[in-house]
């Protein structure tokens, strides 16, 4: 599954534990009619993914839902439900001009003076 939309917020990273378990939370804003705002659950190795991206940035995030049973003291049985992502994409377009060499202007190319209609043109279009 997928969710996709800007990143409103990105956690750092926390350890748990004597193993060292780690988890970052990364909160996406969905753009559609009602938004959404969507904490998805990085865990472990794919903590670092977050690193290169920031608040404002529009995402695809790849998730799996994951759940779990508890049973509390009391002996009652309860449900827990995350959203853990394992894949983040970014979906703004680089600006495709930043690439591209400059244009020299206009007063840099000379007019062509010497073209006569009657040259045959070999250009299959």
């Known amino acids: 599954m997928e969710v996709q939309g800007r990143i409103k917020m990105i956690g750092e990273t926390k350890t ?3 193993n060292g378990f780690r988890k970052r939370e ?6 559609e009619q009602y938004p959404q705002h ?7 190795d794919k903590c670092d993914l977050l690193n290169n991206y920031g608040e404002g940035q529009m995402v695809k995030v ?7 049973e508890w049973v509390n003291p ?3 049985t309860k449900y827990f439900n995350s959203v853990q992502g394992w894949r983040i994409e970014n979906l703004q377009q680089e600006n495709s001009t930043e ?5 020299p ?3 840099a190319f000379e007019p062509a003076d010497n073209i ?3 040259d045959h043109d070999d250009l299959p279009f």
Do not use: A, D
Not at 26 to 31: A, K, P, R, W, Y
Not at 39 to 44: A, H, K
Not at 63 to 68: A, E, M, V
Not at 99 to 103: E, G
């Open 105 to 107: 202007p206009m007063e």
């Open 16 to 18: 748990f534990g004597n």
């Open 74 to 76: 009391q002996g009652e």
């Open 38 to 44: 969507i904490l998805v659950e990085f865990v472990q």
């Open 116 to 118: 006569k209609e009657e």
């Open 99 to 103: 690439n591209m060499p400059p244009v």
């Open 26 to 31: 990364l909160v996406v804003t969905t753009e």
């Open 62 to 68: 790849s998730i799996n839902l994951r759940g779990r």
